[in-house]
């Protein structure tokens, strides 16, 4: 029975390739957690998460001080049982953001452990239910982009077999949604998938007025109208629209997830490993999902996400935002507008130590060893 015997910690600052804006912010900055895990094997496991430019220090101290230590000794394989005693040991400060990042990092770690020293892709280990996914792209869909371009990019993507594009919305007027969303509906016509997101910049009324215009245009789906934490808004919305609202993106618990599915708040959900906590309780939301015949179609982490989103029978697609590419040297394989599953061990990621190095930011560096 192998164990724990080294961990290491960096953070990695990635700016986006593209301006991203949406109905809140603007997302200027990846922080990268990386998390790497040793056995006394030899065999090694990394892992990651993210932030979207606030609280990477947080969850680094969080890793260093409270949780990496912890491993130190235990059997890498029993990753249930960890995961529960992480959680438990900051119960104090779950269930939020922070938390379930810096676990998240931890997590993703040892399933790539795990797959590796089985020599099985994650997408096999964790299930197996497909070798490809539909792909939809976000990149060219943010909200500060003219409507000409909104065009050319959805044609661009339709024609590489990519089959939907995601346009955010949110502008001051109803009617500047519409006339960006039409614009792409006639270009594209109508086999072609159209998502939208929100990023939970409407108040219920003013959603289900919008989702009320939106309807003729027959969208994929409107990803976080509301809150994130208003459950019964979300009912309400779901209730009062054909076009399936999709959430997920900003929940951090599995029983965020039950109540929406349990209260008929979503149609969609949109797990995200780096936020839930990692794969242990990705697959849990899945699974349950699963359940309510409810689709898996996970938010960003397109690197990590295509191999969860072919384990399980209802991933239905993947968000194409690619975030890596500085820091790794494989890349997400498309055929036909599909997202391929990784065939190599582990997650599929291979990392880049030489550009993970001199991107490390120092101060949040650390080596936990057995006997330090």
């Given at each position: ?6 961990i290491?910690l ?12 949406d ?6 900055s ?6 790497t ?6 065999a090694?496991?990394t892992?990651?998460?993210y ?6 220090s947080?969850v680094?101290?969080?890793l260093a001080?409270?949780l ?7 059997d ?36 790539d ?14 299930g ?8 939809y ?10 409507v000409e371009?909104?065009?050319?990019d959805?044609?661009d ?6 089959t ?6 949110g502008?001051?007027?109803g009617?500047?949604d ?8 006639k ?13 939970q ?7 289900i007025r ?9 969208l994929?789906w409107i ?9 019964d ?11 399936p ?12 997830f039950?109540?929406?599915?349990q ?8 797990v995200?490993?780096?936020?839930i ?5 990705w697959l849990?939301?899945?699974h349950?999902?699963e ?6 179609c996970?938010?960003?982490?397109m ?6 989103t072919?384990?399980?029978q209802n ?22 507008g ?8 582990g997650l599929?990621?291979d990392w880049?130590?030489?550009a ?5 930011i120092?101060?949040f560096e650390h ?6």
């Open positions: 029975m192998a164990k724990i015997e080294r290491e960096k953070m990695v600052d990635l700016r986006p390739k593209v301006e991203r804006t109905a809140i912010q603007s997302f200027v990846q922080e990268t957690p990386l998390v895990i040793t056995d006394s094997d030899g090694v496991g892992g990651y998460s932030t979207i430019g606030t609280g990477g947080s680094m101290r969080l001080d409270h990496a230590p912890r491993l130190i000794g235990r890498a394989d029993q990753i249930e049982a960890i995961w529960h005693e992480l959680e438990f040991a900051t119960h104090a400060t779950t269930i939020g953001a922070i938390t379930s990042i810096a676990l998240a990092a931890i997590d993703t770690a040892l399933w452990l795990r797959a590796r020293k089985q020599n099985l892709p994650l997408w096999k280990l964790a197996g239910a497909k070798d490809r996914c539909p792909l792209t976000t990149e060219g869909g943010w909200l500060h982009i003219p371009a909104l065009v050319e959805a044609l993507a339709k024609a590489k077999g990519f939907g594009s995601k346009v955010k919305i502008k001051p007027h009617s500047e519409f006339a960006r969303l039409s614009a792409v509906r270009a594209v016509g109508d086999g072609y998938e159209i998502m939208t997101d929100a990023n910049g409407f108040s219920v009324d003013e959603a919008r989702a009320e215009r939106l309807r003729e245009l027959d994929g990803e976080e109208p509301l809150p994130a934490d208003d459950i808004g979300h009912v309400r919305l779901n209730r009062s629209t054909a076009t609202i999709a959430i997920g993106e900003s929940l951090y618990s599995i029983r965020h039950r109540e929406y599915m209260k008929g708040a979503c149609s969609i959900v949109q995200d490993a780096g936020r906590g990692g794969i242990t309780p849990k939301v899945a349950a999902a359940a309510f015949d409810m689709p898996v996970p938010h960003f982490l690197e990590l996400h295509v191999s969860l072919c384990a399980v991933g239905k697609y993947v968000e194409y935002i690619p975030q890596l590419d500085d820091i790794t040297t494989s890349r997400l394989r498309i055929e036909n599909m997202a391929l599953a990784p065939m190599t061990s599929g990621i880049d130590w030489d993970i190095r001199s991107r490390s120092a101060e080596e936990i060893r057995k006997g330090a």
